[in-house]
């Protein structure tokens, strides 16, 4: 059946193929109804990985699975590659682009939102041009790049004081992303790459890690984020608390003390951004056509039962909702998308909705420092060290959408903690233009 042909089902149309937009549409398989789920790219990537992915651990396909691999089984379901741009709620309508610009039209009975959230700068958005996010597998690969074309550089000049930037490594912002990347960098310096060279000493690498917190993962109880503390200077990250990143160029970060306001300035050749996110674009259309207001990031406050404020056939879920002050993980995500997938199909079925508001299950947050080394916390439950980590391995594995992907992924962290090495370090120039020209 055709996306631009109605067979009569309800219609239920799913934006974003993140973990809200998938578990929606995993639940609907049953459903009576058509199910349309457009993305803007074609892989449901699982974002908690992307570090790995940009530290040579993992290769972008371990954490990337095709939507419509991942949905073939379901009959009454297509995927559309293009992004949502505007809505008619009175007429029911979703305008989405593809990728060449042209636009298209898509009708719905039914609306889930769960297009999620990018990298934020602050109202700075040059600094991206030498500070890329870690929210998509671009950003992964820049990073990767970057990374790797780092140690390179270093190796190839002749006197300390010309290395010294291109072995500076700073990472903004303290929360797991920061503090995940942070780690990795040191591990690949110290384990993967430090017999592979020959001029230069990778261990070192000097990671910066800014946060204008007064401590790092401040999501987490305060005595796992000192174990965080401890196992980071252990490793060799050093920590810069207190402090908000104010200057980025292409050869240094600048720092302003919160309370001093002094600032601080480091060569650098290598930048990190992981300080905060916000809406995506579509946000602010949606907000507009429904008539509501964003808050807290451009997020859009939601109902009980997830729908938005007049609109009860229209559903916010993932990191885009706003609701009770539920963190943006995966696993709210995951829980909201069910939720939203099981009110569709009991209205379909029934009528009306089930009548039973969403409650989330806190089933743990978790975040990897270094090898042997993470951080859980479920409730009253805190784990960190030894413990912590199988306990994380164990979340993530079971989290990443794929058969094929578990099997890999499990088996390419049992190598490589065995040997040390990490295989996946290849760089491309980003484009087929720029790798046939010289470098200058």
Known sequence: MSIHESNGKPRVVIVGGGFGGLYAAKKLKKADVEVVLIDRGTSHVFQPLLYQCATGLLSEGQIASPLRHLLEDQKNTNVVLGEAKSLDAEARLLTASRFDGSTFDLPYDYLIVAAGMRQSYHGQDGFIEWAPGMKTLDDALAIRRSLIAAFEMA???????????WLTFAVAGGGPTGV???????????HALTNEFRSIDPDEARVLLFHGDDRVLPSFSKSLSAAAARTLEKIGVETHLGVHVTGVSETEIETTDKKTKAKQRYETRTILWTAGVEAVPFAEALADALGVKQVGGGRIEVEADLTVPGHPNIWVVGDLMSRDKLPGVAEVAMQGGRYAGAQISARVDDGRPNGKPF??????????????????????????GFLGWVSWGVIHIAFLAGFRNRVSTALNWGVTLASKTRRERAITFGDPETARQPYN
Do not use: F, V
């Open 180 to 190: 995940e990347i942070a780690g990795q960098i040191r591990e690949l310096a110290m």
């Open 155 to 165: 190796e190839s000049l002749p006197t300390a004081r010309e290395r010294r930037p």
């Open 359 to 384: 409650k989330y299950r806190d089933l743990g947050t978790a975040a990897y420092i270094s090898r042997r080394h993470a951080l859980l916390q479920a409730g009253p439950i805190r784990m960190s």
